[in-house]
T-cell receptor
Framework: DQQVKQNSPSLSVQEGRISILNCDYT??????FLWYKKYPAEGPTFLIS?????DKNEDGRFTVFLNKSAKHLSLHIVPSQPGDSAVYFC????????FGSGTKLNVKP | DADVTQTPRNRITKTGKRIMLECSQT?????MYWYRQDPGLGLQLIYY???????NKGEISDGYSVSRQAQAKFSLSLESAIPNQTALYFC????????????FGPGTRLTVL
């Protein structure tokens, strides 16, 4: 039973526009969420995180929003760049890390 | 040099063979993890270790075993490989404490024929 779900396997966006990656979770015990980015032939790398007591965290072009009542979070990338093309994993944390299945983002020049 | 290294990077083996995947880290982290990734799925936790004397099963530990030889080394073994263990395997480390990000190795692509 997947506790973290990323229902969009892929997303295509034009360079300069906003990319919005969505994530839903079922475990209300999660107290921390992370986003990882993965390029082919490499391991995932940490991108941004948010505590469950917050509803927004921003780091440069990346912003994560958390809606606890809806058990939903999203990652916004503005403006999107071709180098952002990668697979993005949403992760919930409660004692252990639970990964979503990932969304492959393609940013077109 | 990479902080988290995995060997081998690619391995093809046959059903029934014993195989070991190795992970080393230079980050000085106490916590280490083994994950597998299957196509269309996220990373699933196989085993994790919070220090040298602490080993815990993850979501999908059946068919696997681990050894934490030192703070810096954590190996994953498949005692008798089977084809549905064909996957991408990742090792990761993190600092002690809650909510610390994980640092991943580059992965090992394992194929069991």
């Amino acid at each position: 039973d997947q506790q973290v779900k990323q229902n969009s396997p892929s997303l295509s966006v034009q360079e300069g526009r906003i990319s919005i990656l969505n994530c839903d979770y079922t475990n209300s015990m999660f107290d921390y969420f992370l986003w990882y980015k993965k390029y082919p032939a490499e391991g995932p790398t940490f991108l941004i995180s948010i505590s469950s007591i917050k509803d927004k965290n921003e780091d440069g072009r990346f912003t994560v929003f958390l809606n606890k009542s809806a058990k939903h979070l999203s990652l916004h990338i503005v403006p999107s760049q071709p180098g952002d093309s990668a697979v993005y994993f949403c992760v919930g944390n409660f004692n252990k890390f639970y990964f979503g299945s990932g969304t492959k983002l393609n940013v077109k020049p | 040099d990479a902080d988290v290294t995995q060997t081998p990077r690619n391995r093809i083996t046959k059903t029934g063979k014993r195989i070991m995947l190795e992970c080393s880290q230079t980050k000085g982290h106490d916590r280490m993890y083994w994950y597998r990734q299957d196509p269309g799925l996220g990373l699933q936790l196989i085993y994790y270790s919070f220090d040298v004397k602490d080993i815990n099963k993850g979501e999908i530990s059946d068919g696997y075993s681990v050894s934490r030889q030192a703070q810096a080394k954590f190996s994953l073994s498949l005692e008798s490989a089977i084809p549905n263990q064909t996957a991408l395997y990742f090792c990761a480390t993190s600092e002690t404490g809650r909510n610390n990000e994980q640092f991943f190795g580059p992965g090992t692509r394992l194929t069991v024929l």
